[in-house]
């Protein structure tokens, strides 16, 4: 799929999110490399699919920022100490960094009409997720929404398709947990955010989302789902209209985090 190579597939070859918590519950400790290869393998090559890069240690324990130097242990970066980028973000996650492979496998989902990818980049989501938050942080799972005129333009919310179908995760500890896509919505059309600066960006969404029925919101922890990690303009701009409705936390889960 990225390089294009033809790669033979069984006809009858079915991915089902049912599975994903039980590998993960008999196989603790699978690394993301791994789980990514098992993951991608009908649709990459075997040299494309050694081009993942994961998310992974050191990196600021609440902004997710990757330290330059791949030495050391997690830590809080200088500037979440002195003078938060994103403040309105609780912690944020990735699966992998915004390059290569991945990046390739999410513009191709996005752009290129891929939607048999939204499954298995779901379960990376999934198992990002499991990773990172255990029973008991979090009450609700909510995509980052699209204006109506992108979402008829596009076809779809990449961010919902990939978390619909998670399995129930009750099986594995989490309970009166929600994934849904109603809630937050994107009531202004933005200009697209890629090639804005940072200030740019931060101008170009504020004001561009709300909360249908705050009372909903209240005193819930919500985990936040969006393709990318670029600046956190956006992700950060919904922390805050949420938390203004109310809700106690807002962290957030990626795909990809760009360097």
Same mark, same amino acid.
């Given at each position: 799929?990225?390089?294009?190579?033809? /790669?033979?597939?069984?006809?009858?070859?079915? +991915?089902?999110?049912?599975?994903?918590?039980?590998?993960?519950?008999?196989?603790?400790?699978?690394?993301?490399?791994?789980? +990514?290869?098992?993951?991608?393998?009908?649709?990459?090559?075997?040299?494309?699919?050694?081009? +993942?890069?994961?998310?992974?240690?050191? +990196?600021?324990?609440?902004?997710?920022?990757?330290?330059?130097?791949?030495?050391?242990?997690?830590?809080?970066?200088?500037?979440?100490?002195?003078?938060?980028?994103?403040?309105?973000?609780?912690?944020?996650?990735?699966?992998?960094?915004?390059?290569? =492979?991945?990046?390739?496998?999410?513009?191709?989902?996005?752009?290129?009409?891929?939607?048999?990818?939204?499954?298995?980049?779901?379960?990376?989501?999934?198992?990002?997720? !499991?990773?990172?938050?255990?029973?008991?942080?979090?009450?609700?799972? /909510?995509?980052?929404?699209?204006?109506?005129?992108?979402?008829?333009?596009?076809?779809?919310?990449?961010?919902? !398709?990939?978390?619909?179908?998670?399995?129930?995760?009750?099986?594995?500890?989490?309970?009166?947990?929600?994934?849904?896509?109603?809630?937050?919505?994107?009531?202004?059309?933005?200009?697209?955010?890629?090639?804005?600066?940072?200030?740019?960006?931060?101008?170009?969404?504020?004001?561009?989302?709300? =909360?249908?029925?705050?009372?909903?919101?209240?005193?819930?922890?919500?985990? !936040? =789902?969006?393709?990318?990690?670029?600046?956190?303009?956006? !992700?950060?701009?919904?922390?805050?209209?949420?938390?203004?409705?109310? =809700?106690?936390?807002?962290?957030?889960?990626? /795909?990809?985090?760009?360097?």
């Amino acid at each position: 799929m990225v390089c294009r190579a033809f /790669l033979s597939l069984p006809g009858d070859k079915t +991915f089902s999110m049912e599975r994903s918590c039980k590998d993960e519950e008999e196989t603790p400790g699978k690394d993301f490399p791994a789980f +990514f290869s098992n993951e991608m393998a009908p649709f990459l090559c075997p040299s494309c699919i050694t081009d +993942f890069v994961p998310f992974s240690a050191p +990196f600021c324990e609440k902004c997710g920022t990757l330290f330059k130097s791949r030495e050391g242990k997690n830590r809080i970066c200088g500037p979440c100490l002195e003078n938060p980028r994103n403040p309105y973000i609780g912690k944020a996650r990735s699966v992998g960094t915004y390059e290569k =492979v991945l990046m390739n496998l999410i513009q191709a989902f996005k752009y290129k009409d891929k939607n048999q990818l939204a499954e298995p980049l779901g379960r990376l989501l999934q198992k990002a997720f !499991l990773d990172n938050w255990s029973p008991g942080e979090i009450d609700m799972i /909510l995509p980052v929404p699209l204006h109506r005129k992108k979402a008829r333009h596009r076809g779809f919310n990449q961010s919902w !398709l990939m978390i619909r179908n998670w399995p129930d995760l009750e099986q594995i500890g989490f309970k009166d947990f929600l994934i849904t896509h109603q809630g937050l919505v994107r009531k202004r059309h933005t200009e697209p955010q890629a090639g804005l600066s940072r200030i740019q960006r931060e101008e170009n969404i504020q004001g561009a989302f709300e =909360v249908l029925d705050p009372e909903s919101m209240t005193s819930k922890r919500v985990l !936040l =789902v969006d393709d990318v990690f670029t600046t956190g303009a956006t !992700l950060n701009e919904c922390a805050r209209v949420l938390l203004k409705a109310g =809700v106690l936390r807002v962290d957030v889960l990626t /795909l990809a985090r760009a360097l």
